[in-house]
């Protein structure tokens, strides 16, 4: 049985619902971001149990088919991000195309209507919030940002950086910028 769970966004979320599944003895088979497979299908109870639980730790579990779509649109993209290894020409229309086998212009009207925002504008978002990790962690230089992240160039990153952030991503490095979790974005 597979069971969707909302604001999975790392491998440390992975590891906190694998925890609790286990905990309450659900025998997890799988767990990934956003999708947990179990041995055996949840009675009510245990649902509503399991719930709770994820609720008081920041998850919650998803019924809504369109919330599973959203929520697995966004999990692939995030993990796109996470990996750091964007191509240049990256489509998110043929990659979400192929991971989800559903037509993209249904995909995005959805995901539009529900979010208010567009898949390419949370994918965007996610990028940056990427490129703060970063900056913040002075882990690469902007040239290999942008290379990582699939931007054409460093300006191509830099102004994209500024119309999200307000700032240069050097502006943004010398205030000592925040991060926002990757649920928030």
Same mark, same amino acid.
């Given at each position: 049985?597979?069971?969707?769970?909302?604001?999975?966004?790392?491998?440390?979320?992975?590891?906190?619902?694998?925890?609790?599944?286990?905990?309450?003895?659900?025998?997890?088979?799988?767990?990934?971001?956003?999708?947990?497979?179990?041995?055996?299908?949840?009675?009510?109870?245990?649902?509503?149990?399991?719930?709770?639980?994820?609720?008081?730790?920041?998850?919650?579990?998803?019924?809504?088919?369109?919330?599973?779509?959203?929520?697995?649109?966004?999990?692939?993209?995030?993990?796109?991000?996470?990996?750091? !290894?964007? #191509?240049?020409?990256?489509?998110?229309?043929? *990659?979400?195309?192929?991971? $989800?086998? @559903?037509?993209?212009?249904? +995909?995005?009207?959805?995901?539009? !209507?529900? #979010?208010?925002?567009?898949?390419?504008?949370? *994918?965007?978002?996610?990028? $940056?919030? @990427?490129?703060?990790?970063? +900056?913040?962690?002075?882990?690469?230089?902007?040239?290999?940002?942008?290379?990582?992240?699939?931007?054409?160039?460093?300006?191509?990153?830099?102004?994209?950086?500024?119309?999200?952030?307000?700032?240069?991503?050097?502006?943004?490095?010398?205030?000592?910028?925040?991060?926002?979790?990757?649920?928030?974005?």
């Amino acid at each position: 049985m597979v069971i969707y769970v909302k604001n999975m966004v790392c491998n440390r979320c992975i590891m906190v619902v694998r925890q609790e599944l286990e905990n309450l003895k659900l025998q997890p088979l799988h767990v990934a971001m956003g999708e947990v497979e179990l041995k055996k299908p949840l009675s009510e109870k245990q649902k509503q149990h399991l719930n709770i639980k994820l609720k008081t730790l920041g998850f919650e579990l998803l019924d809504d088919q369109k919330q599973k779509q959203i929520e697995k649109i966004k999990s692939l993209l995030i993990q796109q991000v996470q990996s750091g !290894e964007l #191509e240049e020409h990256f489509s998110i229309t043929d *990659f979400l195309t192929k991971s $989800i086998h @559903k037509d993209y212009s249904q +995909l995005s009207r959805l995901f539009s !209507e529900v #979010e208010g925002i567009t898949i390419e504008q949370f *994918f965007i978002l996610q990028k $940056i919030e @990427k490129v703060k990790e970063w +900056l913040i962690y002075a882990e690469l230089n902007l040239s290999e940002m942008a290379w990582k992240l699939g931007y054409s160039s460093v300006a191509h990153l830099s102004a994209q950086f500024k119309r999200v952030t307000g700032f240069t991503p050097s502006g943004f490095k010398k205030l000592g910028g925040s991060r926002k979790s990757l649920d928030e974005v």
